[in-house]
Nanobody, 116 residues
Framework: QVQLVESGGGLVQAGGSLRLSCAAT????????MAWYRQAPGKQRELVAA???????AYTDSVKGRFTISSDNAKNTVYLQMNSLKPEDTAAYYC??????????WGQGTQVTVSS
């Protein structure tokens, strides 16, 4: 059974930092592009950052220079280090794995709230 389990969300003041973690089932981790999405109330879900199996990364413009996506292959875990957080970063953050072989999976989401 494929599972993505997120952790690390919470409440933080503007300018603060949080690190999100997503532990994935090993069978999909090594063959999937892993990504973080977020969805704020009343808005569409948007891609925040992604990392390929080869280690290439990509970020949406609004988080470049503040967020860092990384992966630990030994732990089948992907991280999102979020620094210099802003109130507009407030959203539910979702882990996603995508592979033409394994398919597309989502975690349950973790809430990030940034107070001004």
């Amino acid at each position: 059974q494929v599972q993505l389990v997120e952790s690390g969300g919470g409440l933080v003041q503007a300018g603060g930092s949080l690190r999100l973690s997503c532990a994935a089932t090993s069978v999909i981790f090594s063959i999937s592009t892993m990504a973080w999405y977020r969805q704020a109330p009343g808005k569409q879900r948007e891609l925040v950052a992604a990392i390929t199996t080869g280690g290439s990364t990509a970020y949406t413009d609004s988080v470049k220079g503040r967020f860092t996506i990384s992966s630990d292959n030994a732990k089948n875990t992907v991280y999102l280090q979020m620094n210099s957080l802003k109130p507009e970063d407030t959203a539910a953050y979702y882990c996603n794995s995508k592979s033409p072989i394994a398919g597309d999976y989502w975690g349950q989401g973790t809430q990030v709230t940034v107070s001004s």
